[in-house]
């Protein structure tokens, strides 16, 4: 875990020493668990090795934490919130783009365009009963 960031952290990146230090700053604050469970389903990998699952980690997180109770959704929510943690700080630090902003004209638009596609599809199920 990094401490503090780099000295040049605004700046280009000057290697990947850097980047990880970036990142391990990133992951600060994190609770054991969820650092758990980003380390088992982004770990080291290679060519001919699968990706780890959300139920892998299910398992291996019953066997590693036995006291907590590993339930598959719990798991998709504590990789939501530690992702979330994660890009949040990214994104701070420049190092992955932020939300493109949406205009009230496209925000209107899509609502629009869901209201009519829920009419549509109540109207066609009335027309088949």
Known sequence: MADELPAD???VAANAIDDYQSIGWCM???????????SELYGPSCFG???RTFSHACKAGRLEF???????RAVGIVHEHAL????QRLRRLGMIPGCP????H???RRIR????RAHLQGSRAANRG
């Open 9 to 11: 952290v605004c700046t």
């Open 28 to 38: 600060r604050g994190l609770d054991e668990i969820s650092l758990w469970l980003l």
């Open 49 to 51: 090795v699968r990706r």
């Open 66 to 72: 036995p006291d907590h109770e590993f339930r598959l």
């Open 84 to 87: 979330g943690v994660v890009k």
């Open 101 to 104: 902003r949406q205009s009230a």
């Open 106 to 108: 496209d925000r209107r």
């Open 113 to 116: 365009t869901a209201g009519k």
